[in-house]
T-cell receptor
């Protein structure tokens, strides 16, 4: 199993450009999430999904869109990049049969710089 | 809004010393998780505590969940350079994909 994979690892964008961060998992996990990590602020939830076709907003959703057409993939779209979106982005997946919360399996991250 | 405050934010100690990291909130959480993150990688789960007053040990690491389920602590005995990393606590809100993270404690253990 590859676990959770993210592409690209690094990206530089100009203000106003759009792009999609890719995330895929091969563990058949039903839950997937996107976080951003900024110095001194821990991880903040952007969007999450409890299954294919179902998504919801987290703490900091503005400027980002997601969709979940398959169990495996959960892409994050930046609509019009802004310098405030410079961050490290982590995708995570989880599953469970007991009461939540469940262990999050994180990808290696995408380091995004917006100039 | 549920918040988790971690302290200290930075900790630099010598090999062999003991340390404690705290994770506090004014809200009650159904459970708390502790993750460790190394540079350039995603966080990895260390432990989940679910019962108020629960204590779990993982080799030299001891995790405790407060009786009121509003706080947790991580104690490391005889720290080693391999313990260096960012330690994150995370609280669950009963939704499988939603966790609230603390801001992290950056630990550096010098040989």
């Amino acid at each position: 199993n590859a676990g959770v994979t993210q592409t690209p690892k690094f990206q530089v964008l100009k203000t106003g450009q759009s792009m999609t961060l890719q995330c895929a998992q091969d563990m058949n996990h039903e839950y997937m999430s996107w976080y951003r990590q900024d110095p001194g602020m821990g991880l903040r939830l952007i969007h999450y999904s409890v299954g294919a076709g179902i998504t919801d907003q987290g703490e900091v959703p503005n400027g980002y869109n997601v969709s979940r057409s398959t169990t495996e993939d959960f892409p994050l779209r930046l609509l019009s990049a802004a310098p405030s979106q410079t961050s490290v982005y982590f995708c995570a997946s989880s599953y469970g049969t007991a009461p939540p919360p469940y262990e999050q399996y994180f990808g290696p991250g995408t380091r995004l710089t917006v100039t | 809004t549920q918040l988790l405050e971690q302290s200290p934010q930075f900790l630099s100690i010598q090999e062999g010393e003991n340390l404690t990291v705290y994770c506090n909130s004014s809200s009650v959480f159904s459970s708390l998780q502790w993750y460790r993150q190394e540079p350039g990688e995603g966080p990895v789960l260390l432990v989940t505590v679910v019962t108020g007053g629960e204590v779990k040990k993982l080799k030299r690491l001891t995790f405790q969940f407060g009786d009121a389920r509003k706080d947790s602590s991580l104690h490391i005995t005889a720290a080693q350079p391999g313990d260096t990393g960012l330690y994150l606590c995370a609280g669950g809100d009963n939704q499988g994909g939603k966790l609230i993270f603390g801001q992290g404690t950056e630990l550096s253990v010098k040989p």
